[in-house]
């Protein structure tokens, strides 16, 4: 007989990013896998968060805060509905020597969250692993979205459903639309030439919800106050199409009459109109740091 080696090759790498989708809404993308042996390959797949033993898995400390490298679980944060966030399509079947196989991945988050993630494993004779890959994708109330800086949540989620209005009104503000904060970190290293650079992504998700033409438009206030600083801006007001990105670039040099060890801080506002107007409170922080 002929001992051989099944062997496969796989459309995607490590990681299936689902990108920005509505709240209630869907996306699908396809992972092709190619069976580039000789024989017939027989397949399964499993997500994650399927597992048997997820329950007892989940019975430890928070990888963000036990890990300086994973923030964020394998398992990410899953819909209230109790239904899958990630379905793949098909489950099982065979793959012919020389043939592929589309398999259809579908994102259907069902509240607004940044973390949405699982793991997509390909099985060969049910118990060979032959492909992992990872599934992330966030949801939005509200079709833009502004991504950028230091992360400054909790990857992880409360399994309680509130309500926004209810929070602010409990707080005695009424209801009104909470500023977000980011903050953007630009460390110089001491005597380079180089600018410490950071940047900002605004984007307008693919949607009938926003006008085909300038669906997103967005600006950043204190410009005069961030360029005495030493920052310099690249796109600082714009305009989006929908399913379109564009970055606000910030670099910074230390002023001459930066004090030593002091780090510059100045705070903007950056405003984003799409179907609701929402805004950022934004920390620009920067510093001189040793050369390595």
């Known amino acids: 007989g002929h001992g051989v080696v099944p062997s496969t090759v796989c459309s995607v790498g490590e990681l299936l990013d689902m990108g920005y989708v509505l709240a209630g809404d869907t996306a699908t993308s396809t992972v092709k896998v190619e069976n580039t042996s000789s024989l017939t390959l027989p397949f399964s797949v499993q997500l994650e968060s399927l597992s048997p033993t997820r329950d007892r898995d989940r019975q430890k400390i928070p990888a963000f805060l036990t890990s300086s490298v994973q923030r964020t679980e394998i398992v990410g944060t899953q819909n209230h509905s109790g239904l899958s966030v990630f379905s793949v399509s098909p489950t099982e ?7 592929s196989q589309d398999f259809v991945v579908t994102f259907s988050p069902d509240h607004e969250s940044l973390y949405y993630s699982d793991r997509l494993r390909v099985l060969l004779f049910g118990k060979q692993t032959a492909h992992e890959i990872r599934l992330k994708g966030a949801a939005r109330d509200h079709p833009m979205f502004v991504e950028g800086g230091e992360p400054l949540d909790v990857p992880v989620e409360s399994l309680a459903v509130a309500s926004p209005v209810a929070a602010q009104e409990a707080l005695g503000g009424g209801p009104r639309e909470a500023v977000r904060t980011l903050l953007l970190l630009l460390e110089h290293v001491e005597g380079s030439a180089e600018p410490a650079r950071a940047e900002i992504t605004v984007g307008a998700m693919q949607t009938p919800l926003l006008a085909a033409r300038k669906a997103v438009e967005f600006s950043l206030d204190r410009v005069p106050e961030l ?6 801006l690249d796109g600082a007001r714009g305009a989006l199409e929908r399913g379109q990105r564009q970055r606000i670039g910030v670099s910074w040099v230390p002023p001459a009459d930066l004090q030593t060890g002091d780090p510059a801080l100045v705070s903007a506002l950056l405003t984003v109109k799409g179907d609701i107007t929402e805004s950022y409170r934004v920390l620009f922080m920067a510093r001189v740091v040793a050369a390595a």
């Open 227 to 232: 360029q005495r600083a030493g920052f310099a």
């Open 93 to 99: 079947g065979r793959i012919a020597a020389g043939q």
